[in-house]
Nanobody, 126 residues
């Protein structure tokens, strides 16, 4: 089992930045890909970014490419999402997710993830 806790959300003006963190606990000695998803009010959950176990491969939603950067520090059991040039349409609850142990790559599909955090609210004002 892996437990995930997100932090770093908040209210920011358009053009501003936030850095989300996802702290993992439990079976953190296993290797697994991780990702960020988000859900805006009245919309389905969507993929935002994913990273492989060693951090060598990253995947991004087209609309966040060049603005968001996903990374991880396995020594600290923590994944990050640096969000720059934020837009009002980035407003959502952001969730971190982890794949089952042994699945080293990231994935853009929510069904590939077994473990989810509780979410952190990001609100971008215009």
């Amino acid at each position: 089992q892996v437990q995930l806790v997100e932090s770093g959300g908040g209210l920011v003006q358009a053009g501003g930045s936030l850095r989300l963190s996802c702290a993992a606990s439990g079976r953190t000695d296993d290797s697994y890909g991780m990702g960020w998803f988000r859900q805006a009010p009245g919309k389905e959950r969507e993929f935002v970014a994913a990273v492989s176990w060693l951090g060598s491969s990253q995947y991004y939603l087209d609309s966040v490419k060049g603005r968001f950067t996903i990374s991880r520090d396995n020594a600290k059991n923590t994944m990050y999402l640096q969000m720059n040039s934020l837009k009002p349409e980035d407003t959502a609850v952001y969730y971190c997710a982890a794949r089952p142990p042994g699945h080293y790559t990231g994935s853009t599909y929510s069904y590939d993830y077994d473990y989810w955090g509780q979410g952190t609210q990001v609100t971008v004002s215009s």
